[in-house]
């Protein structure tokens, strides 16, 4: 059984900085590409970043430079570690799944997604 569970949202101030976990389970970790999507409250979801193996890249602008993804293979989990936290970083966070070798920001191809961790950014 595939399944993906996030952990570690919650309220920051802005400055601030959070950790994000993906578990991850059931799936082959050599060919699952996981995405990190937030999505604000009125607006798309949107992916911020992806891992592929041990490499990542960087899907959003916004985030570029205060955002980092790595994997954990050991421990079959993906982080999102967010630094430098903004108002704007405000949503929920959802980890997502996709078949394939190479990190990708093209949201159709995630297929598989958790139930998500709210982040909110505020003093």
């Known amino acids: 059984q595939v399944q993906l569970v996030e952990s570690g949202g919650g309220l920051v101030q802005p400055g601030g900085s959070l950790r994000l976990s993906c578990e991850i389970s059931?799936?082959?970790?050599?060919?699952?590409?996981i995405g990190w999507f937030r999505q604000a409250p009125g607006k798309e979801r949107e992916v911020v970043t992806s891992?592929?193996?041990?490499?990542?890249?960087n899907c959003a602008d916004s985030v570029k430079g205060r955002f980092t993804i790595y994997r954990d293979n050991a421990k079959k989990t993906d982080f999102l570690q967010m630094d430098s936290l903004k108002p704007e970083d405000t949503g929920l966070y959802s980890c997502?799944?996709?078949?394939?070798?190479?990190?990708?920001?093209?949201?159709?191809?995630?297929?598989?997604w958790g139930q998500g961790t709210q982040v909110t950014v505020s003093s």
């Open positions: 059931g799936f082959t970790m050599d060919t699952t590409i």
């Open positions: 997502a799944a996709a078949v394939g070798v190479q990190p990708t920001c093209n949201k159709a191809l995630y297929y598989y």
């Open positions: 891992i592929s193996g041990t490499y990542p890249i």
